[in-house]
């Protein structure tokens, strides 16, 4: 048992390496890549931290070169999810009776993992199996992911301190218990910091869970799960399972132990859940916690005193980063007339100079997107807009998947503003832009705020003061992560907790407190020193 109330070690953001020429951390890398590129790889699932392998496999191959073989993992069914979901509950007991100091070490130590000896096996990995190129890598799997364990810890700790009041004779408590039964971690392609914190965090808080990463993701968090027992996360914590969503939705959706949902994925694949959940929400033992961040339909505003030149290379940068498969990039932007030439003119001249390929070679800005199913349904939208009336697509507009599945940064410009690509979510590298006239501000503001149902990511371009304070009130509810003069996309971890509303999620923020409140079930104690031994009070006696 504690006896010490134990000050936290000093928590602050990851620093990111540049992995510019000479570096030490490029030649790391590289040498890294050609070791993991050899392939061989055989990928179990970890289930009471035993590795489980299966007569079903998968290739692993990477987006950018889909020729080339890096391994398999080892697909499970449903019994693989209801074995998950019984050593979860078995290791339960002891892990939510263990200190928290050491839960907390546990995942400061996989920090530093993470930050140390693992930083280029799992910067590799996310390249390869992601085709994430270096920057976006080292950003994602390396930094945000130790931001998510250094920081989820000190969270923890403020949440513990968050005590009640006592007055005289009394000692009122709050017990930040974990949730009674199992919390089911399913989480996305395009970030392994993402992926790592889904479970980590309902874990952190002495939670245990069953993880299914997506399967296109799957060679990065095989690495996630080796640190996290190197760091000495018991058997059982965290149990690892590649199925199909659909499978390991069957099976928990109906577990009565069920208690809570960390999601991050589409909108559409979250609506499904929260419906059966709800179907079913009689057979659980408590009503489960439903957390789930969504797509995005992520915006840039231009107004007619904006700098054509930063307003350019926002759209580069929050547009075609990670091909556009962030779900918080540049996806639709409103850009006045006066201005319009001279946006064009520095788009062009940038994605002349940006180059499309693997990762292996670091010049590649634009890498391979996810796999076929993405490249096909990007590909159906280009052509689409270059056989429209409606738009016009006036830069890019090339696909290829002979090697990787390259779609070149593309522009769309739609003629109307509700134009398809203003509206859905296509999570590629495709822009759209809406010009309108300078002096249509406001009725172009009430169409930003009316074309798409998402409100995760906006960002606003102005050169005057008042008219920032206005857009930033009249599109208060457009987006959870709202931005002035800069790109929507690159939210740091406790420094711009992330997160939308709208069809966008449940905006809890990863990362924040109010992520890791969703993990606790607090208790109240209240405890008197000396009881009353008198019913009678004070209002009942005669005069
Ligand atoms: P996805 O919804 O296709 O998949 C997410 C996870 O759900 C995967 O593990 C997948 O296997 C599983 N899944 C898919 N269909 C399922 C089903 N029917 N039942 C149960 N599980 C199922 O999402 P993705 O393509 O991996 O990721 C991209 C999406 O994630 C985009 O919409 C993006 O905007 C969103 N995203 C949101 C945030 C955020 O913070 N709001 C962050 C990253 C990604």
């Not at 245990?208 to 996290?228: D, E």
């Not at 949902?261 to 559409?268: E, I, P, V, W």
């Not at 599945?405 to 134009?419: N, Q």
Request: proline share 5%; with cysteine.
């Amino acid at each position: 048992m504690t006896k010490a109330i134990f000050d936290l070690p000093e928590i602050t953001n990851e620093p990111v390496k540049s992995y510019a020429p000479g570096t030490a951390e490029r030649k790391e890398l590289k040498a890294k890549l050609t070791e993991f590129k050899k392939g061989g790889l055989d990928l179990p699932m970890v289930i009471d931290g035993k590795e489980v392998r299966t007569d079903k496999l998968h290739d692993i191959r990477p987006p950018h070169n889909h020729q080339h073989l890096l391994g398999h993992y080892h697909q499970g069914g449903k019994e693989h999810v209801q074995m998950a979901i019984d050593a979860a509950l078995k290791a339960k007991p002891a892990w939510e009776n263990m200190n928290w100091e050491s839960r907390a070490a546990i995942f400061l130590k996989a920090a530093d993992l993470i930050a140390g000896p693992y930083r280029q096996s799992i910067n590799a990995a996310t390249m390869l199996g992601q085709s994430k190129n270096a920057f976006q890598s080292e950003i994602d799997a390396a930094c945000e992911l130790v931001d998510f364990y250094r920081f989820n810890v000190r969270n923890m700790y403020d949440l513990y301190a968050m005590q009640p009041n006592s007055s005289a004779g009394i000692w009122n408590r709050m017990v930040w218990r974990p949730i009674e039964g199992f919390i089911f971690a399913l989480s996305p392609f395009n970030f392994t910091a993402i992926a790592g914190n889904l479970p980590g965090a309902p874990a952190l808080m002495g939670n245990t869970v069953v993880w299914k990463p997506s399967k296109t993701a799957v060679y990065s968090a095989h690495i996630i799960m080796q640190i996290l027992q190197e760091a000495g996360l018991p058997d059982g914590v965290i149990n690892l399972v590649y199925c199909s969503g659909p499978d390991a939705a069957d099976v928990i959706f109906k577990d009565k132990h069920f208690a809570g949902l960390h999601f991050t994925g589409s909108t559409k694949v979250f609506d499904g859940m929260w419906k059966t959940i709800s179907e079913n929400v009689s057979t659980y033992n408590s009503y489960p916690r439903i957390v789930g961040e969504t797509g995005g339909k992520d915006y840039v505003f231009a107004d007619p005193t904006a700098n054509a030149k930063q307003v350019a290379t926002a759209l580069i940068r929050g547009a075609f980063e990670y091909q556009g498969q962030k779900c918080s990039a540049a996806s639709r932007a409103y850009i006045p007339e006066n201005l319009w030439d001279d946006v064009l003119k520095y788009m062009k001249d940038d994605l002349k100079n940006i180059k499309v390929g693997d990762v292996e070679n670091f010049t590649n800005f634009v890498n391979a997107v996810i796999d076929e199913a993405s490249f096909d349904k990007l590909a159906k939208y280009i052509d689409e807009a270059k056989a429209s009336g409606d738009a016009e697509v006036i830069l890019g507009g090339e696909y290829d998947k002979k090697v990787g599945y390259f779609i070149h940064p593309t522009v769309i410009l739609a003629k109307k503003p509700d134009y398809v690509t203003m509206r859905e979510e296509l999570f590629g590298p495709i822009l759209t832009v809406y010009v309108y006239k300078p002096d249509e501000v406001e009725e172009t503001l009430d169409i930003l705020d009316k074309t798409s149902r998402y409100a995760l990511t906006g960002a606003i371009f102005s050169a005057r003061r008042d008219k920032i304070e206005h857009y930033t009130h009249r599109l208060m509810h457009t987006a959870g992560n709202f931005y002035i003069n800069d790109k929507p996309t690159g939210a740091v971890v406790d420094q711009q907790p992330f997160g939308g509303g709208r069809r966008s999620g449940t905006n809890d923020k990863a990362g924040s407190i109010f992520n890791l409140i969703r993990w606790a079930s607090p208790q109240c104690i209240k405890e008197t020193f000396v009881p009353a031994t008198d019913y009678m009070y004070p209002n009942f006696l005669e005069e």
